[in-house]
């Protein structure tokens, strides 16, 4: 009662997340290139790539550190094996795509809330996503057939992924410190990313 007590009046997981990574969220929007006037072919194939070279690893660290509370469907959400899929139908072969360069500073995912604010930067891009795939197909007439499915993940699904999973974090059991670990978590994950596209020169 007491831990309970303590917490009364303080913001929800959600409400923490969002506030937590709202100006890294809207920076790194600002530099992807996906409504840039100069995005060709060549720069998006660039960019999946780079997303490969995150999502790869950063999946693999979540999924395998054994620390994601109970009630997260990681066979159903796991994303880059659509990224693969896309980079096949951009021309790259197996070959090719294992020897992409990957991030290899990611955040660290030592203890369950941290994993689930990394989880909320990924489940949360799915949402970026339906937007940006309505701009690709236009300006490049990508579609998911063609190399677009990453931006189209959950297709139909995503609307009720993302609730599922709001609704996933909101029984989570999380005192005021574990909170803010989810926060830096979340925030490590924005900071990672970014760093890891810059230095992929696939950003404005």
């Not at 360069?101 to 891009?125: D, H, I, K, Q, S």
Request: aromatic share 10%.
């Amino acid at each position: 009662m007491h831990s309970q007590a303590h917490d009364v009046g303080a913001p929800s997981l959600l409400e923490a997340l969002r506030t937590g990574t709202a100006l890294l969220h809207v920076a790194l929007e600002k530099r992807l290139p996906f409504f840039s006037e100069r995005l060709d072919a060549d720069w998006y194939v660039r960019l999946l790539e780079a997303y490969y070279g995150f999502y790869q690893p950063m999946e693999s660290a979540l999924y395998d550190s054994g620390l994601i509370p109970d009630g997260f469907d990681t066979a159903l959400r796991v994303k880059t094996p659509t990224l693969v899929c896309d980079l096949n139908a951009l021309g790259l072969d197996a070959p090719a795509i294992n020897t992409l360069p990957r991030c290899t500073e990611l955040p660290t995912f030592n203890t369950p809330a941290a994993c689930l604010g990394a989880l909320y930067v990924l489940e949360g891009a799915t949402l970026g996503g339906q937007v940006l795939r309505r701009e690709i197909t236009q300006r490049l007439n990508v579609n998911a057939d063609n190399g677009g499915a990453f931006l189209n993940v959950y297709g139909a699904e995503t609307g009720r992924r993302w609730k599922d999973f709001l609704d996933y974090l909101g029984v989570q059991p999380l005192d005021a410190p574990a909170r803010q670990r989810a926060v830096d978590a979340a925030r490590s994950t924005f900071s990672c990313f970014e760093h890891w596209l810059d230095s992929q020169e696939v950003l404005l």
